[in-house]
Structure formats: structure tokens, C-alpha cells
């Protein structure tokens, strides 16, 4: 008769072998998973430009899976309770470009009024 410590042996040598087999887990989210962020940046205006009026903000947006969403917010330099945005910008994927129509008039005026603005530009891809 097999005694109960030599089976406790065999069932931990076992044990032991199996690990050595598999010595990774790949159990888990798998290569699915999108961990890169989206890169984006503005092509134009250029930094510091003084611009007046309705203008075109383009600019690139990349992903290695597709791009969701790009939008763009300015913060006033000047007055710190100016805050526009944000606003979704138009995606192109297949180029990797994003634009937006900045500044659109209100009659006689603009929704922007004249200052100094950072802009902050957040690419979301589908992720």
C-alpha cells in the first residue's frame, strides 16, 4: 500500500515539474491591451503668434490603434477667469491631422476677446 507521505512526495513533485514547464503567466489582459498614449501637437499657429479673428488650429495626432477624440482648451494668461473650451476638433485619422476653427465671430464680435492664451491640446484614442 502506497503510504499517505509518498503520495504528499509524488503530488509535490508534480508541482514542482508543472511549474518549471510554465515558468511565465500569461494569463492577464493579453497584447490587447493598449498602454501607449496618443501623441499630438500643433502645426499652426506657431508659438507666441498674435493672431486676430476667426483662424484654423491644425495640427498632428497619431496612435498606434485609432484616434477618439482631439480637443483643445485655452487658459488666459493675462485674466485667469478666461476659459474656453474645450472644443472637439475635426480627426483625420487616416492622415493623423486634427483642425478646429478657433474664434468663430458673434456679430461684431468674437467669442475670444484679445489676450494671451495657453493652449492645451488632449488627444484620446479609442482606448
Sequence with gaps: M????????????LIIAILFLFP???VGLGES????????????PPTKSIIRGTF???????????LASVTVTL?????????FGPYEAKVDSEKGTWSLDVNPSIGSNYAIPDGSYNVTVVAEDSA
Excluded: Q, W
Excluded at 507521505?5 to 503530488?11: K, Q
Design 24 to 26: 511565465t503567466c500569461k
Design 33 to 44: 491591451v493598449d498602454t501607449v498614449p496618443p501623441t499630438v501637437s500643433i502645426a499652426y
Design 56 to 66: 484654423n488650429m491644425t495640427g498632428v495626432a497619431t496612435d498606434e490603434t485609432k
Design 75 to 83: 487658459d488666459g494668461t493675462d485674466y485667469k477667469s478666461r476659459h
Design 2 to 13: 502506497i503510504s499517505k507521505y509518498h503520495l504528499i512526495n509524488v503530488f509535490s513533485f
